[in-house]
């Protein structure tokens, strides 16, 4: 599967930005998806993460009750709705793919990555 993750940009802090993740290639309904972010000098850290079949939904504790998961597998996408942003949220943000993942937050478990969106959040 290849990923496509968009939607990324400049915000002011409490603002919101959506980001998108489309996935071409092989079923994506059997895909668990994820989110991750990385700053300069830091590892890759786990945001959020939706089961392949859109039941369950994880988020790390840094995100939870601002930051939405949810996917269409009609349109092949996942979506990370990003609510009440603050400067530490700026990061390059990933989607990440794992076939029949279900709460998958490590980054060595996923077997497909799309290429980064850059979000910056100004204070």
């Known amino acids: 599967v290849q990923l496509q993750a968009s939607g990324g940009g400049l915000v002011q802090a409490g603002g919101s930005l959506r980001l998108s993740c489309a996935a071409s290639?092989?079923?994506?309904?059997?895909?668990?998806m994820g989110w991750f972010r990385q700053t300069q000098g830091k590892a890759r850290e786990f945001v959020s993460a939706?089961?392949?079949?859109?039941?369950?939904?994880y988020y790390a504790d840094s995100v939870k009750g601002r930051f939405t998961i949810s996917r269409d597998n009609a349109k092949n996408t996942v979506y990370l709705q990003m609510n009440g942003l603050k400067p530490e949220d700026s990061a390059v943000y990933y989607c990440?793919?794992?076939?029949?993942?279900?709460?998958?937050?490590?980054?060595?478990?996923?077997?497909?990555w799309g290429q980064g969106t850059l979000v910056t959040v100004s204070s």
């Open positions: 990440a793919a794992k076939p029949y993942g279900v709460g998958v937050s490590l980054r060595y478990d996923y077997d497909y």
């Open positions: 290639g092989r079923a994506f309904s059997s895909y668990g």
């Open positions: 939706i089961s392949w079949r859109g039941d369950s939904t």
